[in-house]
């Protein structure tokens, strides 16, 4: 039976507000770190593609337009390295935490079934499965779930929110086998795979789970979910697609068409022109760059050890506290981050650092951790 949503957790955003009220007495005002929502300008040329469509007065397909089924295809061949993407395997989506919400009910998951995702993780994997009436699981080695024969969904988030950290191609690939072995589906998060920090993902790129090395020559049973929020400033659009096997895309189709959930045509529009540019990618790229630059040594000088951050938009730091109380200390410098409570048990001793704040206010930060030495 499906969980009712009145018993659902609480939504743990709604934990920060006395935190809030006590960072908002500093004299600065506020710096706040936790949320991975952008704060700089959508790109020009995606906003012009969203005006030069803005006469739609017809439904918009919900398996998207062939041009932009296309023109994902086309980007995972040029950025993700992945030449194979069928554009009947594409769908668009209405942002990509709607899919990871939504994945395992759309599946036809319910009681008796298993989800297994990362110990630190978006805790709306947990609660996707939870809304089906599945069993979430989290468990980060293959060996814990490998021959469990209720696993119908496993979930990979690399690069991962909050750890930053990235799965290699063999570490991808192990989890393909085995969930094939058990007739599962492998869905993985891949919104940050173009905010690379550190090599070998710098240079070769962050592996997907459509590459023909994990993919072993076939995207049967995968699902790669990516989002445009993160890379070209689009949180607003909700801008998000799901890219790999043609057949159970298809079937995700079919629910959705049913539900009316359907992408806005001048979203559409403006999510191709900005998958087709990688010029603004590089630029925010280097603007994020310039922010870590920054905030990771503040925080190590402040006697915080920053751990994974690989790629993505957070730095995973830890005074091997209890994640509550590196909030308060926080707070009293009038700086707000995100308490690795939010993201499961393993991660208690953990807050994650975002560098989604304006120059100015990362400055403001630098300045403040200063005072923690």
């Known amino acids: 039976m499906a969980l009712h949503p009145s018993a659902l957790p609480d939504f743990p955003w709604d934990s920060l507000t006395p935190f809030r009220e006590r960072a908002a007495q500093h004299p600065g005002g506020v710096v706040d770190l936790s949320v991975g929502t952008p704060v700089d300008p959508t790109p020009a040329v995606v906003r012009d593609a969203l005006i030069a469509a803005a006469d739609a007065p017809?439904?918009?397909q919900t398996y998207g337009t062939p041009p932009l089924r296309e023109t994902v295809a086309a980007w995972f061949a040029r950025r993700r390295g992945v030449p194979d993407v069928d554009p009947a395997g594409v769908l668009p989506t209405i942002g990509s935490k709607e899919?990871?919400?939504?994945?395992?009910?759309l599946l036809g998951l319910g009681e008796g079934d298993t989800v297994v995702h990362p110990t630190a993780?978006?805790?709306?994997?947990?609660?996707?499965?939870?809304?089906?009436?599945?069993?979430?699981?989290?468990a980060d080695a293959v060996e814990q779930w490998q021959d469990d024969p209720t696993v119908?969904?496993?979930?990979?988030?690399?690069?991962?929110?909050?750890t930053g950290e990235v799965l290699s191609r063999e570490e991808?690939?192990?989890?393909?086998?085995?969930?094939r072995r058990l007739g599962a589906v492998v869905a993985s998060d891949e919104c940050y795979a173009e905010l690379p920090w550190d090599e070998p993902w710098i240079t070769d790129g962050v592996p997907s789970i459509l590459d023909p090395e994990v993919a072993e020559g076939s995207h049967e049973g995968l699902l790669s979910v990516y989002s445009l929020s993160k890379q070209s400033n689009l949180a607003g659009y909700r801008a998000a697609f799901v890219a790999g096997d043609p057949g159970?895309?298809?079937?995700?189709?079919?629910?959705?068409?049913h539900a009316g959930f359907l992408m806005p045509a001048p979203v559409q529009a403006a999510m191709a022109a900005a998958l087709a540019d990688d010029a603004h990618v590089e630029a925010q790229r280097e603007v994020y760059r310039a922010r870590r630059d920054a905030l990771k040594p503040a925080l190590e000088q402040a006697g915080f050890r920053v751990e994974g951050s690989q790629a993505g938009l957070y730095l995973w730091?830890?005074?091997?506290?209890?994640?509550?109380?590196?909030?308060?200390?926080?707070?009293d410098l009038g700086l707000i981050?995100?308490?690795?409570?939010?993201?499961?048990?393993?991660?208690r001793q953990h807050v994650r650092v975002a560098l989604t704040a304006t120059d100015e206010r990362i400055s403001e930060a630098v300045r403040r951790l200063a005072k923690l030495k």
């Open 99 to 105: 899919m990871v919400a939504l994945l395992p009910a």
């Open 172 to 179: 991808l690939r192990r989890v393909v086998v085995a969930a």
């Open 317 to 331: 730091s830890t005074r091997d506290e209890d994640c509550w109380d590196t909030l308060a200390s926080l707070a």
């Open 248 to 257: 159970l895309v298809k079937r995700l189709l079919e629910v959705r068409k």
């Open 337 to 347: 981050v995100a308490p690795g409570a939010f993201y499961g048990e393993a991660a």
């Open 152 to 162: 119908r969904l496993v979930w990979i988030n690399s690069p991962s929110n909050p």
């Open 58 to 60: 017809g439904y918009p």
């Open 121 to 138: 993780a978006y805790p709306t994997y947990d609660v996707g499965a939870r809304l089906s009436g599945a069993t979430p699981f989290p």
